[in-house]
Nanobody
């Protein structure tokens, strides 16, 4: 059974940094396309950053140059390094995975969300001004 567990959220002042982690289990991690999404109260979910099974990365325009997505295959963990945080980054952050044990997964719309099969429970990030 595939499980994703996020951690690393918290409260930080504007300009600060946080690193989110997503520990994955139940599948061969290197095959997987994974992504970070966020949802603020009253707003739609948005894709923040994604990394395909082939290693290609994608970022929302709002976080380019500030956030970095990476994964450690040995630890089965996805990361999101968030620097220069802004109050508008405040949201619940979720990791997601698209997994197929037979192929290296490359999703067509990495920040869209529809192609991801598994989701974590989320970790809250709050940025104060």
């Amino acid at each position: 059974q595939v499980q994703l567990v996020e951690s690393g959220g918290g409260s930080v002042q504007a300009g600060g940094s946080l690193r989110l982690s997503c520990a994955a289990s139940g599948y061969t991690y290197s095959n997987t396309a994974m992504a970070w999404f966020r949802q603020a109260p009253g707003k739609e979910r948005e894709g923040v950053a994604a990394i395909n099974g082939d290693g290609g990365t994608h970022y929302a325009d709002s976080v380019k140059g500030r956030f970095t997505i990476s994964k450690d295959n040995a630890k089965n963990t996805l990361y999101l390094q968030m620097n220069s945080l802004k109050p508008e980054d405040t949201a619940m952050y979720y990791c997601a995975a698209a997994y197929d044990p037979h192929i290296v997964v490359v999703v067509a719309d990495p920040l869209g969300g529809a192609e991801y099969d598994y989701w974590g429970q989320g970790t809250q990030v709050t940025v104060s001004s």
